[in-house]
């Protein structure tokens, strides 16, 4: 047995052994401890598929496990009980988790009408890069990127890589990622955009290897002291929505100077709400924990 097959074993039994306990609690009407086990094995899932090699189809089937228990853990928080995945549904997952791997699902036992992912060999621009393993990596679809902007005479336009983001509990955000957006001195958002989830979650680090083409010039980024905000943003199961967890913001003076230093950026993170006008600013945490940017400018 090759190492990447018993990479793949070792960790089926360790979900299976998580969705087995999240199935009872679940049975037994402990909403609470189901919830918890449901989404704590999407997290491990998550982190688990980064470090193997898969196939196209068991990448789709195991977002598609995902998006199940995610779903029935938030139908364990709709009081209505008319939402998202029912209990015996759920169940359904446990002979998926018998097969994985091992025998080709042809048809996924639960309906998923909201389920949406890119093929993984489609052409997209949700391609990121990790910097530790030196390959190509696919994000799970999202995001509202933008195309970079028409040249402009006289104008510089900025492209931005997002490297990685610190955080010392980097490993369980669902569906991580960040919005970058343009606002003045007054707290008016001129631009915003948001990259696509991250699929690569380690030990006090989110990896996105993104790039996002600034539709603001920088020199426009001198006028109402403008500024670059970077929220760093999850899904929240329980409250079906998405929430920041702290922000990092450049103004013109530091974006002036990495460009004189080669573009390399190194952002203090803060704490939520983000306030885009600056004046209730508090450090997020006095961990060394950042966030990494690489920036190009274009004349």
Known sequence: MSSAEKNKRTAKVQWARILKDALNADSWGQSLEATEE????????????????????????????????LERAAALQDLTGKAGIKSDEAKRLAPVMDDLFERPIKQFPIALPNFTINS????????????????????????????????????????????????????????????ISVADSKGRVIESQDTPHSNRQKPNYVHFGTTVYLQTPLEELK?????????????????????????????????????????????????????????????????????????????
């Open 38 to 69: 449901y989404e704590r094995l999407a997290r491990l899932i998550q982190q688990d598929i980064g470090e193997m090699s898969l196939t196209a189809d068991e990448k789709v089937l195991c977002a598609k496990v995902r998006f199940a228990l």
């Open 120 to 179: 993984i060999e489609e052409k997209d621009s949700s391609i990121s890069y990790d910097e530790e393993k030196h390959d190509v990596i696919k994000e799970v679809a999202g995001g509202s990127l933008k195309p970079p902007p028409a040249a402009r005479p006289g104008m510089t336009s900025i492209t931005m890589v997002i490297e990685k983001i610190g955080l010392k509990d980097a490993e369980v955000y669902i569906q991580p990622h960040l919005t």
């Open 223 to 299: 006028q109402d002291s403008r500024c670059v905000f970077f929220e760093f943003k999850h899904y929240k199961p329980k409250k079906k929505k998405i929430s920041t967890r702290c922000f990092a913001f450049m103004e013109y003076d530091e974006i002036a100077k990495a460009k004189e230093q080669g573009g390399v950026a190194v952002l203090e993170l803060y704490q939520k709400p983000t306030d885009y006008a600056r004046k209730r600013i508090n450090l997020f945490t006095i961990k060394p924990l950042y966030l990494h940017l690489q920036m190009t400018f274009h004349s």
